[in-house]
Each structure stands twice: as structure tokens, then as C-alpha cells.
């Protein structure tokens, strides 16, 4: 059993920067963060393999965000950059059972119970 407590939302003005992080209790694989607006469905936002540091993002967040890790804390974090309106939403930290990069909500079984990130204008 796999259990992900996310930290680190908050409220920031339009153009600054957050850092979400993501504790792991458990044996944990591919990692990857997901986010929710309100009357959206959750969209996938990064991902970053346990085997190596190879990462992928969202067309959206790509050159913005950086996913990151560190397997001795068995924490990934989530460095938000250049923050927009549209990031506003809860941020979700998600495992895996698979080394290769998943992207989709239903690969991943054990979700975080998120984290509200508003960016106000």
C-alpha cells in the first residue's frame, strides 16, 4: 500500500512561483502530478520516472514547471514557475506500479488527497 500526502499549495499572484511537494509512504515507481479545476475533468501535468530522472509535461505547463525528485525522502516535488489564472486548480501527487512514464488518470491507483493552488490575476 502506497500513501502520498501533498504540501505546499497556496494563493500567489499571477507570474510567481510555488513548490508543491509529495511525501511517499511505501514502495513507489513512476510518479506523477495531475491537477483539477472546478467543472474540469483531471488533467495529466507531469510525470517523472523512479529509474531515472527522465520527465514529461503538459503542453501547458512545459518550460514552466520542473517535477523533480528525491528517493533518499521518497518525495517528488513540483517547482510551479510564471504562474498563470489558468493553473489555478488542486494539484494531485499520484504513483504507479510500472517504471515507464504514464500518462493517463487511470494508470495511476494511489492518489495524494490534493492541494489548492490559486493564482489570482
Known amino acids: 500500500q502506497v500513501q502520498l500526502v501533498e504540501s505546499g499549495g497556496g494563493l500567489v499572484q499571477a507570474g510567481g512561483s510555488l513548490r508543491l511537494s509529495c511525501a511517499a509512504s511505501?514502495?513507489?515507481?513512476?510518479m506523477g502530478w495531475f491537477r483539477q479545476a472546478p467543472g474540469k475533468e483531471r488533467e495529466f501535468v507531469a510525470v517523472i520516472s523512479w529509474s531515472d530522472d527522465s520527465a514529461n509535461y503538459a503542453d501547458s505547463v512545459k518550460g514552466r514547471f520542473t517535477m523533480s525528485r528525491d528517493n533518499a525522502k521518497n518525495t517528488v516535488y513540483l517547482q510551479m514557475n510564471s504562474l498563470k489564472p489558468e493553473d489555478t486548480a488542486v494539484y494531485y501527487c499520484?504513483?504507479?506500479?510500472?517504471?515507464?512514464?504514464?500518462?493517463?488518470?487511470?494508470?495511476?491507483?494511489?492518489w495524494g488527497q490534493g492541494t489548492q493552488v490559486t493564482v489570482s490575476s
Open positions: 511505501g514502495r513507489t515507481y513512476t
Open positions: 499520484a504513483s504507479t506500479s510500472t517504471w515507464s512514464l504514464r500518462f493517463r488518470v487511470s494508470d495511476y491507483a494511489y
